[in-house]
Antibody, heavy 121, light 107 residues
Framework: QVQLVQSGAEVKKPGASVKISCKASGYTFTRYGITWLRQAPGQGLEWVGWISPLNGNTNYAPKFQGRLSMTTDTPASTAYMELRSLTSDDMAIYFC??????????????WGQGTLLTVSS | DIQMTQSPSSLSASVGDRVTITCRASQSISAYLNWYQQKPGKAPKVLIYSASNLYSGVPSRFSGSGSGTDFTLTINSLQPEDFATYYCQQSNRTPYTFGQGTKLEIK
């Protein structure tokens, strides 16, 4: 079946970087975009950015510009999100999601299980 | 950024009730509005896309309506498994943004 499986929980110190993976299975990886979102403890959902596994095009939320990188390894059907210069504000569950695009609308159709990022000294 | 405002923030209801959740966008987003359900410790699931289209496998007691700036999610005949948090999300332009969520609790 179609699924996204994310890497495990991470604990990082302030100022460090984290790289989270999202492995896709059950579909052709290059046919759908991958979106990354996050959810701080007890809070709502926040769109982080998007990558096309077909051509590597990206679209990042402005607040993360300069310290965010999204990449894909197409043979491995895996997407990665790297966030640098971490602060306590980055503590959250990070989700990857497969996009669906139809009739001019995007929505997040298939979700990974989430990866908890803890930032603490 | 487009601001999405949901109301109410929380709601108590009983099994069998009909509930409505409202979502308002800070500017017109046409019908580029999606609804998600999230249960504790789980990833969200899409319920409604493009304002009024029921995602495959979602029970027909869920429905959505609206366009422009005002949207609603209606759940008819609440079932025990419907108690969760609901989010609206605009996909009109990036950065895509979500409402703050509506927590639906059992009365």
């Amino acid at each position: 079946q179609v699924q996204l499986v994310q890497s495990g929980a991470e604990v990082k110190k302030p100022g460090a970087s984290v790289k989270i993976s999202c492995k896709a299975s059950g579909y052709t990886f290059t046919r759908y975009g991958i979106t990354w979102l996050r959810q701080a403890p007890g809070q709502g959902l926040e769109w982080v950015g998007w990558i096309s596994p077909l051509n590597g095009n990206t679209n990042y939320a402005p607040k993360f510009q300069g310290r965010l990188s999204m990449t894909t390894d197409t043979p491995a059907s895996t997407a990665y999100m790297e966030l640098r210069s971490l602060t306590s504000d980055d503590m959250a569950i990070y989700f990857c999601a497969r996009d669906y695009y139809g009739s001019g609308n995007y929505y997040f159709e298939i979700w990974g299980q989430g990866t908890l990022l803890t930032v603490s000294s | 950024d487009i601001q999405m405002t949901q109301s109410p923030s929380s709601l108590s209801a009983s099994v069998g009730d009909r509930v409505t959740i409202t979502c308002r966008a800070s500017q017109s987003i046409s019908a580029y509005l999606n609804w998600y359900q999230q249960k504790p410790g789980k990833a969200p699931k899409v319920l409604i896309y493009s304002a009024s289209n029921l995602y495959s496998g979602v029970p027909s007691r869920f429905s959505g309506s609206g366009s422009g700036t005002d949207f609603t999610l209606t759940i008819n005949s609440l079932q025990p498994e419907d108690f969760a948090t609901y989010y609206c999300q605009q996909s009109n332009r990036t950065p895509y943004t979500f409402g703050q969520g509506t927590k639906l609790e059992i009365k």
